[in-house]
């Protein structure tokens, strides 16, 4: 059954009124500024959580805006997958933005941070309720623009020099999936996502052509997702503030990728016909494979906090698209699970990470020895969030590390299971040594008086831990179900 609800336009449009009001706020209005960006990322978390109850009762929320010819316009269809990162993205973008009012209050051009700080949500949430091609490449374009003027938000030669590498990379991928859009449209004569996929009859004498579209939406996509070799953009973006880099790796512009490899999959080719093409699909596991020991890897030589974070980033995203390439029930399951518990444990690590540059100053690991003693909160959560993403129970992330080695050997792929569990090992090299230096050596930090860090900073961060354990601890009742609503579309 489909419904015409209003909440998909609310929440792309809200963030684009909110960023025309602090445009014209003066620079030195911060509290109104604060308030309107919250005000308008407040809103729309409510329209995204009020889909929720119809997506999860099998219904689909559709809107169509504009139709430029037939089979192409803008239009907007909320399923259980675009659910799925449609309100991850509004929920912590919430906690972002709360977090950027601490980060941002001693740093310049506030009001243009905010500016396109909203915008960018604005075109997360177009990704996220795209219902077909066209749709999510134009709003897939609309976020690496917005992100732009946040990652040189700094202004230094090596913000301008970051942001390049990263507009070209981003804009690079979106042309392949522009290319693909006119050929998809030629050979079927619709872009609109279905079940089940809409390039299942186009098979018979066009294999090729389908296997090029194949390749160039995965690189179009990949590219974002941080695939190797399309991955060097990502440590690049660092220079960015804070709560942007954690956006970027937690849930924005990563978090599009794997999201637009996922509608490829599940919403254009369709589980039968990838079954069917198997030799490109073992070909880009290896590339997966590759990209999660190999980041795993490079984290470990990283001597910067923000450095090695992401390029754990990179690693973690392949376990997402790995999952979704096994095309088993409990695979996919787990793929889309690392979805969420990804985002919320590394938008915490990057968080904490944050809030240790804006109290110390200090960047590089071996500057953080003893940091418990003075920032133990601080430390705690990033423990957890660390030990999270190693797949230590109770916290949110083993969910995801469970069905993904159960979805390999399901698939009769433990090869790929090896690759996670040696992925998983990797994570505990890069991220012990940070949690044992800081608790257990000795350094020149001491407790302060009163909170160790801004409360508008440490309170959103917090609370995001404790989320990661109710994920964990309630998957069941959390994660779970949302993603078994996915999967009814799937298998």
């Known amino acids: 059954m489909s419904l015409v609800y209003p909440q998909p336009i609310i929440a792309v449009i809200v963030p684009i009124i909110g960023a025309i009001i602090i445009r014209f706020l003066d620079e030195d209005q911060a509290r109104e500024r604060h308030i309107v960006a919250l005000s308008a990322i407040g809103i729309v978390f409510l329209a995204v959580a009020s889909m929720l109850p119809a997506v999860l009762a099998e219904r689909v929320i559709e809107l169509r805006m504009v139709e430029l010819f037939d089979g192409l316009g803008i239009y907007f269809k909320i399923d259980a997958l675009g659910m799925i990162f449609g309100l991850v993205s509004s929920t912590l973008w919430v906690f972002a933005t709360i977090y950027s009012i601490g980060y941002m209050a001693h740093e310049h051009e506030q009001r243009n941070y905010f500016v396109f700080f909203v915008l960018s949500c604005s075109a997360a949430m177009g990704v996220a309720f795209a219902g077909n091609l066209f749709t999510l490449y134009i709003f897939y374009e609309y976020l690496a623009i917005c992100t732009y003027p946040l990652v040189v938000h700094a202004g230094t030669k090596e913000s301008v020099k970051a942001g390049i590498k990263y507009i070209s990379y981003s804009l690079g991928g979106g042309a392949l999936v522009f290319l693909s859009i006119f050929m998809i449209h030629d050979l079927v004569g619709t872009l609109e996502f279905m079940p089940g996929g809409i390039l299942g009859g186009a098979v018979e004498g066009s294999r090729t052509l389908v296997m090029i579209i194949f390749i160039l939406l995965i690189a179009g996509?990949?590219?974002?997702a941080a695939i190797m070799p399309l991955h060097s953009w990502l440590p690049g973006a660092m220079v960015a503030p804070t709560p942007v880099s954690a956006l970027l790796h937690a849930v924005a512009i990563v978090k599009a990728g794997v999201f637009g490899i996922a509608r490829v999959f599940f919403s254009i080719f369709g589980r039968e016909l990838l079954v069917d093409?198997?030799?490109?699909?073992?070909v880009l596991a290896v590339f997966v494979c590759f990209t999660i020991i190999v980041g795993s890897f490079m984290a470990i030589k990283q001597t910067v906090l923000k450095l090695r974070l992401a390029y754990s980033t990179i690693g973690q995203l392949g376990?997402?698209?790995?999952?979704?390439?096994?095309?088993t029930p409990t695979g996919v399951m787990g793929g889309?699970?690392?979805i969420i518990n990804h985002a919320i444990l590394k938008i915490?690590?990057?968080?904490?990470?944050?809030?240790?540059?804006?109290?110390?100053?200090?960047?590089?690991?071996?500057?953080l020895n003893g940091l418990g003693k003075q920032m133990p909160m601080t430390m705690l959560a990033f423990s957890i969030g660390a030990l999270g993403l190693m797949g230590v129970m109770p916290i949110a992330g083993y969910t995801s590390k469970y069905f993904l080695l159960t979805g390999s050997l399901e698939a009769g792929m433990p090869v790929f299971g090896y690759v996670l569990l040696g992925s998983t090992l990797l994570n505990a090299v890069?991220?012990?040594p940070i949690i044992v230096n800081a608790f257990f050596k000795e350094g020149t930090f001491k407790k302060q008086p009163g909170p160790e860090a801004p409360l508008t900073m440490l309170v959103p961060t917090l609370t995001?831990?404790?989320?990661?354990?109710?994920?964990?601890?309630?998957?069941n009742y959390t994660t779970i179900p949302f993603v078994e609503a996915v999967l009814k579309t799937i298998f």
């Open 221 to 224: 996509f990949g590219t974002k």
């Open 277 to 282: 093409m198997n030799m490109i699909i073992n």
């Open 319 to 327: 376990y997402i698209t790995l999952g979704v390439l096994l095309l």
């Open 336 to 338: 889309l699970i690392h």
């Open 348 to 367: 915490t690590l990057f968080f904490c990470a944050g809030m240790i540059i804006t109290v110390t100053g200090k960047k590089n690991l071996n500057q």
């Open 430 to 432: 890069y991220y012990l």
């Open 464 to 475: 995001l831990v404790g989320f990661a354990i109710i994920f964990g601890l309630f998957a």
